[in-house]
């Protein structure tokens, strides 16, 4: 009993090497394969109209990625500013000194403005 299970074990063994053998040969056969085509593409140059549209690419993506850090820095003075803003009153931070900020009252909520006033009724228009 003892002796098939050994055997059955040694059995499943040699089936899992021969099975990662096959793997590593698919691979490299793979990996031949891709060299090749590396090599065989080497020696051509691209058409004239893919070059050219790697070319937009590329300043397109240029462009974008300025465009994208002037968004980001005035994303961050924004903030900078919202933080700064405390009570009504704008204050100049330790951090950045140089910012000027307008000082500007503090904004009424729409409960406190031309609405909650009381209304005398004229110059409003009912529906019919």
């Known amino acids: 009993m003892l002796t098939q299970q050994v055997n059955g074990l040694l059995m499943d063994k040699i089936d899992l090497q021969t099975q990662g053998i096959g793997h590593r040969d698919e691979a490299l056969r793979r990996e031949r394969n891709l060299g090749e085509l590396r090599a065989s593409l080497a020696g051509k140059s691209l058409p004239k109209e893919a070059e050219e549209l790697i070319s937009a690419l590329q ?65 409003e228009r009912k529906c019919p």
């Not at 961050?76 to 009504?88: D, E, F, P, Q």
């Not at 500007?104 to 409960?111: G, I, L, N």
């Open 59 to 123: 300043t397109s993506h240029a462009n974008s990625e300025a465009h994208a850090k002037a968004l980001q820095d005035k994303l961050t003075k924004a903030r900078a500013v919202s933080l700064v803003h405390v009570a009504g009153r704008a204050t100049l931070t330790q951090q950045n000194p140089s910012l000027h900020l307008p000082v500007h009252p503090p904004a009424r909520p729409a409960s406190q403005g031309k609405a909650a006033r009381g209304r005398s009724g004229a110059g």
